[in-house]
């Protein structure tokens, strides 16, 4: 019997072992051919290119001619690594991505800011829910669905690298600048969600950026236009802040982007942006969170770093602290010429130079830029407009709307023999929402039918009221009229049944002192008409609300 199993077990052992050893050589030979491009390319390059390649700088495929011979001037002048695309059409983008690739020695690296999809940025594509919205969301394996097909739309692009995960813990309902950008305002759904979105575009091929390091939730300063403080403890920090950092988001992304923030525990010194710290860029990021990826800079136009230090002087302050990639000068050129004097001087020295530019070849390499093709522009428009996408975006609203109860019995399902009252507050369209409604009996009741009092709605069972606001951007406002909080004060005295269905963050709550007697709440998170349709099936037992609040709400149980 041994030397049966022994006859039959050899020639299997030697050929695991065979295979085992293919794909160690195979390793090695990515590994030697990889480190082979990233000498050869470094070598190949001036002092002055090389420092180029740190930069990352940014344009609209809708800028007018004029700026766009601008700034193919300037890539063609100072060779940047890197070009970020904001505000355009598709089409356009795809076309510049080809040509200015063909103006630089070194290809670079493609980038956009599209933390809900490229439509964040671009006309003509679906949008993909906020990430509030999809916080709400309970199952993970739906937002990988979703980071896959957004990574699959920037691909299709030619972009390369996006700027998200959000991994900022969104706990100041104040927020002025992250709110629906945040996943929520738990540290673990947060930092699961992140993860679950990046996994999703890095199997697309799209290299992933989280932000903002160490934490942008708890803050009511917009660093785009001063420098917030976060005046924590180092506890305080770990236990919120930096927790996604210490999960295995940390190695689930190729970049980390750094905050504009004054965070004084960590830097010791109070009024220095966190991204221009060596103690917390370099000593918290690098070396005590063991982060190996690409480290970039928020914006360095943006006042949280550029009023600390001129022009030139902030990117060799942030380079210096450990980061690798400095996005957006405010003059490419001259900070170009500060860190070429740097080197010269020693300020700057070849090693620390020759450490970021070769990370960034590496990625470089990684995403296939050793091997360039251009965008294939025909069938475009129709392959990001794939019916799968807007599937997916169908589905993620309705995994996301949440109906909660205020008593101790389940949410109210409605009865198409209920006499249901329908009032929209609110600047944006209720329209698919009332029809929806209308379509099972409701009636529509004017706000302005009830200037003279609400009387009117006491013959009905319920009354559902819609709180419509706008989502032609993550900041636009949410929060209730004082005329629509006493509107609603009343309609909740009366002896129906009030609902209240929201379609914008939820922290629009708020506003009412007496949130805790409306008795039923639906939170549709945007105005979107998925949502808007979705809700009205939800009300009237047609199709369940699977999700939960993605943030904490006072008053609401």
């Not at 004054?262 to 942006?273: A, H, N, Q, S």
């Not at 690798?324 to 500060?338: C, E, F, R, T």
Request: aromatic share 8%; net charge neutral; charged share 20%.
């Amino acid at each position: 019997m041994f030397n049966t199993l022994k006859n039959n077990f050899n020639p299997l052992l030697l050929t695991l072992i065979f295979l085992s050893s293919l794909t160690a050589l195979a390793q090695q030979s990515r590994e030697e051919a990889r480190a082979q491009w990233v000498d050869s390319t470094y070598q190949s390059l001036t002092n002055v290119q090389k420092i180029g390649q740190l930069f990352v700088v940014m344009i609209q495929s809708k800028a007018p001619e004029k700026e766009l011979k601008e700034f193919e001037e300037e890539l063609k002048r100072h060779q940047p690594g890197g070009v970020i695309f904001s505000l355009g059409t598709p089409y356009k983008q795809a076309q510049l991505t080809n040509h200015y690739q063909s103006l630089s020695k070194v290809p670079l690296m493609i980038s956009m800011d599209a933390e809900w999809g490229v439509a964040m940025r671009l006309d003509s594509v679906p949008q993909y829910p906020w990430n509030m919205t999809l916080g709400a969301i309970q199952d993970l394996s739906l937002l990988k669905t979703i980071g896959s097909h957004m990574g699959m739309q920037a691909k299709r692009l030619g972009v390369h690298m996006n700027f998200a995960p959000v991994a900022d813990v969104n706990i100041n309902p104040n927020n002025p600048i992250i709110g629906n950008r945040s996943f929520g305002s738990d540290v673990r759904k947060v930092s699961a969600r992140a993860l679950a979105l990046s996994q999703g575009m890095n199997e697309a091929g799209i290299f992933t950026c989280a932000k903002h390091f160490p934490g942008h939730g708890d803050t009511s300063v917009d660093s785009h236009k001063a420098l917030p403080v976060l005046p924590f403890t180092r506890e305080r920090l770990d236990s919120i802040e930096l927790y996604p950092y210490k999960t295995p988001l940390l190695q689930g992304v190729q970049g980390i982007m750094v905050a504009h923030l004054d965070v004084p525990v960590l830097t010791g010194k109070p009024g220095l942006p966190v991204s221009l710290s060596h103690k917390v860029t370099t000593d918290l990021l690098q070396n005590e969170l063991k982060f190996k990826g690409l480290v970039f800079t928020d914006a360095l136009n943006m006042k949280g770093a550029s009023d600390f230090s001129p022009d030139g002087d902030v990117s060799l302050k942030a380079l210096l602290a450990g980061n690798d990639v400095l996005v957006i000068p405010n003059d490419l050129g001259l900070s170009i010429a500060h860190l070429s004097d740097a080197l010269k001087k020693g300020v700057l020295t070849e090693a620390r130079l020759a450490h970021s530019v070769k990370k960034i070849l590496g990625a470089k390499y990684d995403l296939g830029l050793d091997q360039y093709v251009p965008v294939q522009l025909n069938g475009l428009i129709k392959e990001l407009n794939q019916p799968i996408y807007k599937q997916t975006i169908k589905k993620a609203y309705a995994q996301a709307a949440t109906y909660v109860s205020q008593t101790d019995t389940a949410p109210i399902v409605l009865k198409s023999s209920d006499k249901v009252a329908f009032v929209a507050l609110g600047e944006a369209s209720p329209a698919v929402f009332r029809e929806a409604l209308q379509s099972f009996g409701a009636q529509a009741v004017a706000v302005s039918d009830l200037k003279n009092g609400v009387q009117a709605l006491k013959e009905f069972d319920y009354v559902v009221v819609g709180h419509h606001r706008s989502m032609e951007t993550a900041y636009k406002a949410h929060r209730l009229s004082p005329e629509e909080v006493s509107l609603l004060k009343d309609i909740n005295a009366l002896s129906n049944t009030t609902i209240l269905a929201v379609f914008t963050k939820p922290y629009a709550v708020l506003d009412l002192p007496f949130i805790e007697e409306i008795p039923q709440l639906f939170f549709g998170y945007q105005n979107a008409f998925q949502m808007q349709q979705y809700a009205a099936q939800v009300l009237y037992g047609q199709k369940l609300a699977k999700g939960v609040l993605p943030v904490s709400l006072k008053g609401i149980k």
